[in-house]
T-cell receptor, first 114, second 115 residues
Framework: AQSVTQPDIHITVSEGASLELRCNYS??????LFWYVQSPGQGLQLLLK??????LVQGIKGFEAEFKRSQSSFNLRKPSVHWSDAAEYFC????????????FGTGTLLAVQP | EAQVTQNPRYLITVTGKKLTVTCSQN?????MSWYRQDPGLGLRQIYY???????DKGDVPEGYKVSRKEKRNFPLILESPSPNQTSLYFC??????????????FGSGTQLSVL
């Protein structure tokens, strides 16, 4: 069965600084990988996804993520953080042939300092 | 506007009193799902539906029921709520292409408190 780990519960960065949120997965083959963002009081919104092909994927709001098979990772990055990026970020993994069973990580809460 | 609508946003109830949380989507999505979100546990899937009259258990289905009589609606039913069902609940629907759920659209959530 697949699983996903987000080792950082809470991260604080300064506005304008770069950001990297970690995500590690466990799955026997290449999974489908997603990053979702949850703003306060809102539902989750898809930032980006990886299914196959280029291992560096671009998403909305200037985010990108890189799939590294050797490290079983799918870390989310942004070169310059804006105050509006403060939110909770969830990594999710889906098994090929069964994406109806998405498994979410426990989330990383991002705070942005002025 | 494409959206998933959940009602109510907030609900306080007492142990044992049956309740229903409604979910409706206007995107003609085949796939719909319910999640609960608890601190430190992330989102866990309760039930999902691949199409009308087709539902299946997720990871934490105990104490919940669902139905899918129409494509747009997917209500979550708690027949006899208990305090351990106090949680934030999300409904989601998805585009499905070749059996692949490409993108989940989430409702704004229902905060349920069971006293």
């Amino acid at each position: 069965a697949q699983s996903v780990t987000q080792p950082d519960i809470h991260i604080t960065v300064s506005e304008g600084a770069s950001l990297e949120l970690r995500c590690n997965y466990s799955y026997g083959a290449t999974p489908y990988l997603f990053w979702y963002v949850q703003s306060p009081g809102q539902g989750l919104q898809l930032l980006l996804k990886y299914f196959s092909g280029d291992t560096l994927v671009q998403g909305i709001k200037g985010f990108e993520a890189e799939f590294k098979r050797s490290q079983s990772s799918f870390n989310l990055r942004k070169p310059s953080v804006h105050w509006s990026d403060a939110a909770e970020y969830f990594c999710a993994v889906g098994a090929r042939g069964a994406t109806n069973k998405l498994i979410f990580g426990t989330g990383t809460l991002l705070a942005v300092q002025p | 506007e494409a959206q998933v609508t959940q009602n109510p946003r907030y609900l306080i109830t007492v142990t044992g009193k049956k309740l229903t949380v409604t979910c409706s989507q206007n995107m003609n999505h085949e796939y719909m799902s319910w999640y609960r979100q608890d601190p430190g546990l992330g989102l866990r899937q309760i039930y999902y539906s691949m199409n009308v009259e087709v539902t299946d258990k997720g990871d934490v289905p105990e104490g919940y029921k669902v139905s899918r009589k129409e494509k747009r609606n997917f209500p979550l039913i708690l027949e006899s709520p208990s305090p351990n069902q106090t949680s934030l609940y999300f409904c989601a629907s998805s585009v499905t292409t070749g059996g692949l759920n490409e993108k989940l659209f989430f409702g704004s959530g229902t905060q349920l408190s069971v006293l």
